[in-house]
Nanobody, 126 residues
């Protein structure tokens, strides 16, 4: 049984930082694309970042490029999202997801991801 468990969300002032974690069980993060998505109030779920199975292929949404960094710890089977220079518009529920269907390319559509965590709230105050 696949489980993805996010943690690390919270309340932070604009300009601050948070690091989200996604602990995976039932799958190996080095075998599949692992992604981060977010859902802002009243908006559809949107792609934030993803890391390919090799670890050498990463991709970011334009809105977070240069501020967010995705990484993983293979030994802990955990994926991270380091978020710096946070803005109020980054306020959202952040979700970890796994794309186990296709391993060789990074896909950004939420519907193409197979497994999801429960989400963690990130609130950035101005």
């Amino acid at each position: 049984q696949v489980q993805l468990v996010e943690s690390g969300g919270g309340l932070v002032q604009a300009g601050g930082s948070l690091r989200l974690s996604c602990a995976a069980s039932g799958l190996t993060v080095t075998s599949y694309t692992m992604g981060w998505f977010r859902q802002r109030p009243g908006k559809d779920r949107e792609f934030v970042s993803a890391i390919g199975w090799s670890g050498g292929n990463v991709y970011y949404a334009d809105s977070v490029k240069g501020r967010f960094t995705i990484s993983r710890d293979n030994a802990k089977n955990t994926v991270y999202l380091q978020m710096n220079s946070l803005k109020p518009e980054d306020t959202a529920v952040y979700y970890c997801a796994a794309d186990v269907t296709v391993a060789v390319v990074i896909r950004t559509r939420p519907a193409l991801y197979d497994y999801w965590g429960q989400g963690t709230q990130v609130t950035v105050s101005s």
